[in-house]
């Protein structure tokens, strides 16, 4: 397992922005798929977005695309998700995630490392 720390979150009005930061301890972490998922009380764990280890194939649930941006630079270590255009039905609690490998997923059980998790408040 990575050890993944997730950085970033806070309590913004609707229509701002935040990134969040998914930082490891490990270079292998550079070969691994990244995901963000979220969870809001009372609801499942969802899929927000992911990278592929090389960062040339992202992926994204259908309500944040073209509003969300994830990125990587692992000479750092690290994944981003720049997020636009908040809406307070973006609450939630975000974990980054990460699975060895070439191929990336959009299932929890498909990842094998997670973060804590970094709160994300959107006012209205």
């Not at 930061?21 to 899929?47: I, N």
Request: hydrophobic share 35%.
């Amino acid at each position: 397992q990575v050890h993944l720390v997730e950085s970033g979150g806070g309590l913004v009005q609707a229509g701002g922005s935040l990134t969040l930061s998914c930082a490891a301890s490990t270079r292998l972490f550079s070969y691994s798929c990244v995901a963000w998922f979220r969870q809001a009380p009372g609801k499942e764990r969802e899929f927000v977005a992911a990278i592929t280890w090389t960062g040339d194939t992202v992926n994204y649930r259908g309500s944040v695309k073209g509003r969300f941006t994830i990125s990587r630079d692992n000479s750092k270590n690290t994944v981003y998700v720049q997020m636009n255009s908040l809406k307070p039905e973006d609450t939630a609690v975000y974990y980054c995630a990460s699975r060895s490998g070439s191929k990336c997923a959009a299932r929890a059980a498909d990842f094998g490392s997670w973060g804590q998790g970094t709160r994300v408040t959107v006012s209205s």
